[in-house]
């Protein structure tokens, strides 16, 4: 019987450490921790968005040789997997208009993709709202 090792396994925290500032994001946008600076709240979109963007665990989703989309593990919404031809690929859909109608669809292709995508969305406008006076905010 082979027993595992735990020294090479990333815990649940160390994965998805991104919705702890996420969390206290929407918190703070949504009135339920008073009187949070604007600094406080434009670092926790930072933080956000840097998490959803390069490093939450999601599919690849480049083209492969035969049309389908590439299922290895990749880190955020922009980066692509291991081999570097992904990495380029995706690149190249940031930058040619063409290919932008590819990447949206690959945001959308799995639960996990569309969780990231609407957690970067959020927490660029909350990055935005930390200078914009929201109503329900303390003055």
Known sequence: MT???????????????????????IAA?????????????????????YFFVFGMPVWCGAIN??????????HGLLLGCHRRQHKWQKVKMRFARARWAKLNRGLWTQPR????TIGAVV???????????LPWMPK
Not at 113 to 116: G, I
Request: hydrophobic share 50%.
């Open 29 to 49: 946008l949504a009135g339920w921790i008073p009187q949070v600076a604007p600094v406080m709240i434009l670092a926790l979109a930072a933080l956000s968005s």
């Open 65 to 74: 040789r035969d049309g389908t989309s590439c299922r290895e593990n990749a």
């Open 113 to 116: 993709e569309s969780l990231a």
């Open 3 to 25: 027993t595992r090792s735990r020294s090479n396994k990333k815990g649940l925290l160390a994965k998805y450490w991104g919705f702890v500032p996420f969390t206290a994001l």
């Open 123 to 133: 927490a660029i406008l909350g990055g935005v709202a930390a200078f914009v006076p």
